[in-house]
């Protein structure tokens, strides 16, 4: 009877969808576009009114994505960082306008200045002057107190508070501050402030949650036209910035409590002050646009523009053969959530908006086409690139004891060039281990020796008396030699 039941509602929620066959829409798209598999809810005037999976979680196993199936959800995951601190705003154990070093005395960035100034709205909304940083924390083995140690040696790339500039470790000492001032970790803070009181049942922080036989999907990525599986990326060191992972039943009562302006349920989780706040802005993110969008802005880890006139608050999220995206459109009491298991899905972003067109009663023959596949994206022109292999005929322009040798960079650690049995390795400070092929010249190719097996180029500097003085190395620096 309780089945009976459940389908009527499911049937009852489908016949509000403005947006006829979305079910094939949708299923045309993937396969157009050659995606692995997503899942997608939409939430209108605070009812669930479509939650379904399409495509794979596995595309050698065949098995199917269902509304249940578990996904990283990356970067959405700085909505809830802001949330929980907004509760403790609301709690008045902090304000947003207070130095961090208030609440965290071990904070400590490049300029003394910005160290000084900082406030806990710093963290949220991008303004730090400094670029992404992300080789602290990707692939590295370093821990959430040594990334935060160790940012101090992030040199700025802007002035502090004068231009907009993504940067994850902020949400992660955002994540810090509030285990302090709570004296329980981030994870334990979203997991019962959140999660469980939302009914947020199959959420959780880490990839080491998981458990053997859990319902969740495989990573792929996409290589020119073909799909292969990767391994799970474990990013619980910069956990509070992205590595919440959920499903689309549990991702739509977040939307609830969004649209609910933090309550859900009759249940006050936030005050409409402080969801105010969230989506106020705070950073400017790019110059004025045409069509149907004007504005881009960021509030307090919430992207924030203008869609056919109406205000949107939106966020995306990737990592390793994961993508996420969350919309809500607050005038409409409407939100959307997907969430895909390919690296670079490219239908998201169109789909989000047609089915913000479908509310607005935007006739079908303004809705642009997914179906036909854009031309390759930059990141793709270059990793097709790398994927190139290296001219004929070329060798190291010195022996390889050479390059042999200590390098130093203050921020990421020490790394040693050492010769084994012919070839170069490196041995990381915190990163795994990798080995060194030759690629032209001075550059070589370093792959770590993990799961996950990425590879990257490296360049040896040569001085005017041809001697080595550093490595320029692809994602993580230049590093200086300091000893042989």
């Given at each position: 009877v309780l089945f009976f039941a459940f389908l009527l509602s499911q049937f009852a929620a489908?016949?509000?969808?403005?947006?006829?066959?979305?079910?094939?829409?949708?299923?045309?798209?993937?396969?157009?576009?050659?995606?692995?598999?997503?899942?997608?809810?939409i939430v209108k005037d605070d009812t669930v009114v479509y939650a379904k999976g399409f495509g794979y979680k596995n595309v050698d196993e065949k098995t199917e994505i269902d509304e249940h199936t578990l996904f990283a959800i990356g970067s959405t995951s700085k909505a809830f960082t802001a949330a929980l601190m907004g509760m403790l705003v609301d709690e008045e154990k902090v304000r947003w306008d207070d130095?961090?070093?208030?609440?965290?005395?071990?904070f400590q960035l490049y300029d003394p200045y910005v160290t000084r100034e900082f406030t806990i709205r710093d963290l949220l909304c991008h303004r730090s002057g400094l670029s992404r940083g992300d080789q602290l924390w990707f692939g590295s083995t370093f821990s959430r107190d040594e990334i935060l140690y160790r940012i101090r040696y992030l040199e700025p790339?802007?002035?502090?508070?004068?231009?907009?500039?993504?940067?994850?470790?902020?949400?992660?000492i955002a994540g810090q501050l509030i285990a302090q001032v709570t004296g329980?970790?981030?994870?334990?803070?979203?997991?019962?402030?959140?999660?469980?009181?939302?009914?947020?049942?199959?959420?959780?922080?880490?990839?080491?949650?998981?458990?053997?036989?859990?319902?969740?999907?495989?990573?792929?990525?996409?290589?020119?036209?073909?799909?292969?599986?990767?391994?799970?990326?474990?990013?619980?060191?910069?956990?509070?910035?992205?590595?919440?992972?959920?499903?689309?039943?549990?991702?739509?009562?977040?939307?609830?409590?969004?649209?609910?302006?933090?309550?859900?349920?009759?249940?006050?989780?936030?005050?409409?002050?402080?969801?105010?706040?969230?989506?106020?802005?705070?950073?400017?993110?790019?110059g004025l646009r045409t069509?149907?969008?004007?504005?881009?802005?960021?509030?307090?880890?919430?992207?924030?523009?203008d869609y056919?006139?109406?205000?949107?608050?939106?966020?995306?999220?990737?990592?390793?053969?994961?993508?996420?995206?969350?919309?809500?459109?607050?005038?409409?009491?409407?939100?959307?959530?997907?969430?895909?298991?390919?690296?670079?899905?490219?239908?998201?972003?169109?789909?989000?908006?047609?089915?913000?067109?479908?509310?607005?009663?935007?006739?079908?023959?303004e809705w642009r086409d997914v179906g036909q596949p854009r031309e390759p994206s930059t990141q793709q022109r270059q990793r097709r690139q790398e994927e190139q292999p290296p001219p004929e005929d070329t060798k190291p322009s010195l022996p390889l004891e050479r390059?042999?040798?200590?390098?130093?960079?203050?921020?990421?650690?020490?790394?040693?060039?050492?010769?084994?049995?012919?070839?170069?390795?490196?041995?990381?400070?915190?990163?795994?281990?990798?080995?060194?092929?030759?690629?032209?010249?001075?550059?070589?190719?370093?792959?770590?020796?993990?799961?996950y097996a990425n590879s990257y180029n490296l360049t040896f500097i040569i001085d005017a008396s041809a001697r080595i003085s550093g490595i320029n190395m692809q994602r993580l620096g230049e590093f200086r030699r300091v000893g042989r």
């Open positions: 489908a016949q509000q969808l403005p947006l006829k066959n979305l079910d094939e829409y949708i299923e045309k798209a993937i396969k157009d576009w050659n995606v692995a598999g997503m899942a997608i809810a130095k961090v070093t208030q609440h965290l005395p071990e790339s802007w002035s502090f508070r004068s231009h907009y500039g993504y940067q994850n470790i902020m949400f992660l329980k970790s981030w994870d334990d803070n979203v997991k019962e402030r959140i999660f469980l009181p939302l009914g947020m049942n199959e959420t959780n922080t880490s990839i080491n949650d998981f458990k053997p036989g859990d319902n969740a999907a495989t990573p792929h990525q996409r290589t020119r036209d073909t799909l292969r599986t990767i391994p799970w990326r474990d990013i619980d060191n910069i956990g509070p910035a992205g590595s919440i992972n959920s499903n689309v039943v549990d991702m739509a009562k977040w939307l609830r409590l969004q649209l609910g302006n933090g309550t859900f349920e009759a249940r006050e989780f936030w005050s409409s002050d402080i969801q105010r706040e969230m989506h106020s802005p705070q950073t400017i993110t790019s069509g149907l969008s004007h504005f881009s802005l960021y509030g307090l880890a919430w992207s924030l523009r056919r006139g109406k205000f949107i608050a939106s966020h995306s999220g990737s990592i390793d053969g994961m993508n996420a995206s969350v919309g809500l459109m607050p005038e409409e009491n409407l939100g959307v959530v997907q969430l895909s298991n390919v690296n670079g899905n490219p239908i998201m972003s169109n789909l989000m908006n047609r089915i913000f067109d479908a509310y607005l009663g935007v006739p079908e023959d390059y042999a040798g200590t390098y130093e960079n203050k921020m990421v650690g020490n790394v040693k060039v050492e010769l084994k049995d012919g070839k170069l390795t490196l041995d990381f400070e915190g990163y795994p281990d990798a080995v060194l092929e030759h690629r032209h010249l001075d550059t070589f190719r370093y792959t770590f020796k993990d799961k």
